[in-house]
Each structure stands twice: as C-alpha cells, then as structure tokens.
C-alpha cells in the first residue's frame, strides 16, 4: 500500500524559510509525478508545485514562483520543498500527492496518492 509522509513543517517568522520533504513508501517514486498542494482554513485546496518522474519539468503556482522549488530524490525516494522568502499567506497545511505521469499538475483529483499533510505557520 502507497504511503505519503510529509515532514518540515513548522513555525517561521515572515522572510524566512522552511524545506519540506514528502517520503514514499509501496511504491517506486521515478514512475510518479509528484506535486505539493496546500489548504488554509475555510480554502479550497491549491496548488503549488509539481514536478514530472523524470524531474526534468517544473511547475509553480504564480503565488510561490521564484519563492518556493520542487525537486525529487527517486533513489531516496523522497520530494522536497524548499520555501524561501515566506509570507504570513503561505500559512496552510501542506500536502505531497503522487499520480500517474503525464497527468494534469494543477487539479488535485488527478492525483491518487496523498500524505496527511503537514502545518506550516508564517508569523508576521
């Protein structure tokens, strides 16, 4: 059974940084794309990053572009997120969800794999 595990969240002060990791179980990462999504209270979920199996192709919400990066480790087995330049709107609970390549990035109902996500708190 696939399993998800996020981890590095926490709280930080507004400019500064947290990296978040996801770590996969029950199945080989390299085969999956991978995205972070994140849900503040009374939101809907959102996108944020993804990142193809092959690791080759990015991809950011307008919001976090230039901020936050995606990256993978398959042999690990793992996918980060390295949040910089924080702001209090980045306050949410972030998840990793893994699907299929070649699926649609940014829609949340294309992924079939999901961690039980991890809070993440911008003071200002």
């Known amino acids: 059974q696939v399993q998800l595990v996020e981890s590095g969240g926490g709280l930080v002060q507004a400019g500064g940084s947290l990296r978040l990791s996801c770590a996969v179980s029950?199945?080989?990462?390299?085969?999956?794309?991978m995205g972070w999504f994140r849900q503040a209270p009374g939101n809907e979920r959102e996108f944020v990053a993804a990142i193809r199996w092959s690791g080759g192709i990015l991809y950011y919400a307008d919001s976090v572009k230039g901020r936050f990066t995606i990256s993978r480790d398959n042999a690990k087995n793992t996918v980060y997120l390295q949040m910089n330049s924080l702001k209090p709107e980045d306050t949410a609970v972030y998840y990793c969800?893994?699907?299929?390549?070649?699926?649609?990035?940014?829609?949340?109902?294309?992924?079939?794999?999901w961690g039980q996500g991890t809070q993440v708190t911008v003071s200002s």
């Open positions: 969800a893994g699907g299929r390549s070649g699926l649609w990035v940014r829609s949340p109902s294309e992924y079939d794999a």
């Open positions: 029950g199945r080989t990462l390299s085969a999956n794309d």
